[in-house]
DNA sequence: CGATTGTTTGGAATAGTTCCAATTCCAAGT
DNA sequence: ACTTGGAATTGGAACTATTCCAAACAATCG
């Protein structure tokens, strides 16, 4: 029988930093898979908390921080809210509508990723960059 | 008697806001433009106390808010870290040195922040973009 | 002046997250 | 199968940055 791709992907991934797959490890993840809306903590807890009812916040802090660590997900800051979790892994850019409060993910082209790379004057050795829009959004997607 | 520059734009914004200037107020402004590391509230506090020896911690987190409030004071958060406080308003970038912990302005050239405003789908209308670089810097200035 | 409104202050409260010690789970090794 | 040592989870306490609050203080106005 073939499981499917995600929990596969993250068992390897688990695996790679000598770390084990667990229930709450792979819902925690699942449930970021399935609703891409940039949820807090709190919020992935709630939702985990349907399919494991038991399961702690604590937990759910520490599998967030697994899988950040493990670069299935990325941890996303706005000012000092929540932090957000995101397992879009493409280079991106993220969007902050302010008035309805929700993220939106905004592909970042290489060509511009480059160029903003550009703006280092010589003896600064970045290892990434983090590009943030706020402003308002018209309801597409 | 002609008094400096900086006391006299504080004073001058305060009023367009229909705010007062007082000491607090001019000596939290007076410490972030003498020294521009992006200190904390908690640095800025210590440098204060050296000159208002009795000025509250409370009283420089108001202070620094009336600052952002009157965009002469960018707040600059880095994840989850305490906010740091920039009084530089042209358009810029931070760097954050992960071995140091040391932030730098990184000059944003309007072409370049216009590219970057190009990776927005129609629909988004941005009012402000941020830009964090981290790794490592050499030791330049 | 007295009244009004703005500002500062110290301390209490809040929120998000991390820490901790106790338990539970699991994978080998016997 | 049974032990056992490490890993993971759990609930609750602790922590930290920030905000809130009510009282004191200060400036401005009539
Ligand atoms: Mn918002
Ligand atoms: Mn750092
Ligand atoms: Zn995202
Ligand atoms: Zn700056």
Redesign the interface.
Known sequence: MSPHLASDSLTQRLADSGLRSTPQREVVYSVLLRKRDHPTAEEVFARVKTELPTISLATVYNCLETLVQCELVR?V?F??SP?RYCPNLRPH?H?HD?QTGRT?D????PA?LA??N???????????????????????S
């Open positions: 941890a800051n000012e000092r932090t850019a969007f302010e939106y905004i592909d970042l082209p511009v160029e903003v550009q703006v280092l004057p010589a003896g600064f050795d970045a290892s990434s960059v983090e590009i943030t829009f706020r402003g308002q959004a018209r309801a597409t």
